[in-house]
């Protein structure tokens, strides 16, 4: 069956769905497919779900302690959304209002 792959074309196929993913990702990448899932019924996320991870990992790594604002427009997320991956602010180490200069202690 393998070599009869090079002789299929987008013709051969019926219109619609299974001609639309030929085209995008060619006839021979939608053969594996076929080999791979043919026969089932599958559930294909959608495009911002598959990337979802790689997102978030850009928000954490340009959050610098006060940018919720900016990378939630930039994103297309929600601020709530940076401050639940990233937290408040204020990165680690930054001193706050109360620290006192020659490492004393906050007052109680």
């Given at each position: 069956m393998d070599e009869l792959i090079k002789y299929m074309?987008?013709?051969m196929l019926p219109d619609g769905l299974?001609?639309?993913?030929?085209?995008?990702?060619?006839?021979e990448n939608f053969y594996r497919l076929t080999k791979l899932v043919?026969?089932?019924?599958?559930y294909i996320i959608k495009p911002d779900s598959f990337v979802r991870p790689a997102r978030d990992i850009r928000i954490k790594a340009e959050?610098?302690?006060?940018?919720?604002?900016?990378?939630a427009k930039k994103y297309?997320?929600?601020e709530r959304w940076v401050?639940?991956?990233?937290?408040?602010g204020a990165p680690p180490g930054q001193m706050?209002?109360?620290d006192f200069i020659g490492g004393e202690n906050k007052p109680e």
């Open positions: 074309t987008l013709e299974y001609r639309q993913i030929a085209e995008e990702i060619g006839i043919g026969g089932e019924s599958i959050f610098n302690g006060y940018n919720h604002t900016e990378l297309g997320v929600t401050r639940q991956l990233c937290g408040e706050d209002l109360f």
